[in-house]
T-cell receptor, first 113, second 113 residues
């Protein structure tokens, strides 16, 4: 039973379209993260939030933006999708014991054609 | 500069044998090291972790060893099962309140029946 939900699971979209990837968690966690991952590569942190109205850019430069208006919701938006945005996007949250790290959602596989 | 490295992209072992996955790190400011397992088109799931003050942690078939002097950790799976076939990510947690996780590139494990 997932406590962090990402929609859609798969998305194929044309270049130039605006898209929003949804992420919601029911655990009441303050910390939430967005990672981008390509096959055979490490997970790259692109955005994170430590609470409502708090967002920061991650270690990997990204053209996406995020918002955190409610604790449980952390959507990621691409204003104008490009083929270079094709990737898997993973949302995660944490606030539990340090030894358990993050809880991840199932991810969104985005393909921009 | 990559702080967490998994130098073996893939590993193939026979069912019932031991699988050993390796990970190296360069930063001494990590307080926990974690292993995540990831199936295709799914998010990573937490497997096992170790505190930086320990040198071994065991959970069923999974054991993680930490060698701080060598900045090296390894995950042992004994006995390996076909269901263990997945991508395994090593991650290191920054000490302090940020608690950000830095991931390696992953190692694809294939366990042959």
């Amino acid at each position: 039973e997932a406590d962090i939900y990402q929609t859609p699971r798969y998305l194929v979209i044309g270049t130039g379209k605006k898209i929003t990837l949804e992420c919601s968690q029911t655990m009441g966690h303050d910390k939430m993260y967005w990672y981008q991952q390509d096959p055979g590569m490490e997970l790259h942190l692109i955005h994170y939030s430590y609470g409502v109205n708090s967002t920061e850019k991650g270690d990997l430069s990204s053209e996406s933006t995020v918002s955190r208006i409610r604790t449980e919701h952390f959507p990621l938006t691409l204003e104008s999708a490009r083929p270079s945005h094709t990737s898997q996007y993973l949302c995660a949250s944490s606030d539990g014991p340090r030894q358990y790290g993050y809880t991840f959602g199932s991810g969104t596989r985005l393909t921009v054609v | 500069d990559q702080q967490v490295k998994q130098n073996s992209p893939s590993l193939s072992v026979q069912e019932g044998r031991i699988s050993i996955l390796n990970c190296d790190y360069t930063n001494s400011m990590f307080d926990y090291f974690l292993w995540y397992k990831k199936y295709p088109a799914e998010g990573p799931t937490f497997l096992i972790s170790i505190s930086s003050i320990k040198d071994k942690n065991e959970d069923g078939r999974f054991t993680v060893f930490l060698n701080k002097s060598a900045k090296h950790l390894s995950l042992h799976i004994v006995p390996s099962q076909p269901g263990d076939s997945a991508v395994y990510f090593c991650a290191a947690r920054h000490s302090g309140n940020t608690g950000k996780l830095i991931f390696g590139q992953g190692t694809t494990l294939q366990v042959k029946p």
